[in-house]
């Protein structure tokens, strides 16, 4: 059996490394594909976390700059202009005096927040990971 260092998932490793393969739930911080992919399984190394911790510490830093220039009515608040049957949708930028402004802003900053919480709870989870892992096998997997 080998684990994916950095999502945890069961993943089959070939001559030793873990193939490539997916994130199931895409948050803002991920990338479509893992970064454990083509790694040691966690059972022989943790030495891919510390730099996706800092990753994600990067995109929290960021997140939080977004977050607080919205209050602020300092970052362009978008909403989808429906364009008619087979055009779809256009992002559009609100303006503080449009109608429904505030409330496009409150479901943005929502969204914001709550991929932050998840953001920090990916980040607490893997320095966790890190901290307890232990050499599970010697190659022989
Ligand atoms: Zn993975």
Same mark, same amino acid.
């Given at each position: ?81 429906y364009l008619g049957f087979n ?43 890190? $901290? ?5 096998? $010697?190659? $022989?997997?």
């Amino acid at each position: 059996m080998s684990h994916c260092q950095l999502c945890a998932r069961e993943i089959k490793s070939k001559l030793g490394k873990i193939a490539h393969h997916g994130y199931t739930r895409k948050q803002g911080w991920q990338s479509k594909s893992c970064n454990g992919a083509r790694g040691l399984p966690y059972e022989q190394s943790r030495d891919l976390i510390p730099a996706e911790i800092q990753r994600i510490l990067q995109w929290i830093g960021f997140q939080e700059v977004k977050i607080k220039m919205m209050e602020e009515d300092k970052a362009p608040v978008y909403h989808k202009k429906y364009l008619g049957f087979n055009k779809g949708f256009k992002d559009e930028v609100l303006k503080p005096s449009d109608a429904y402004y505030k409330m496009y802003k409150e479901s943005s900053l929502n969204m914001l927040k709550s991929e932050l919480k998840s953001a920090n709870m990916q980040k607490d989870w893997l320095q966790e990971r890190y $901290n307890k892992w232990r050499l599970m096998s $010697n190659g $022989n997997i």
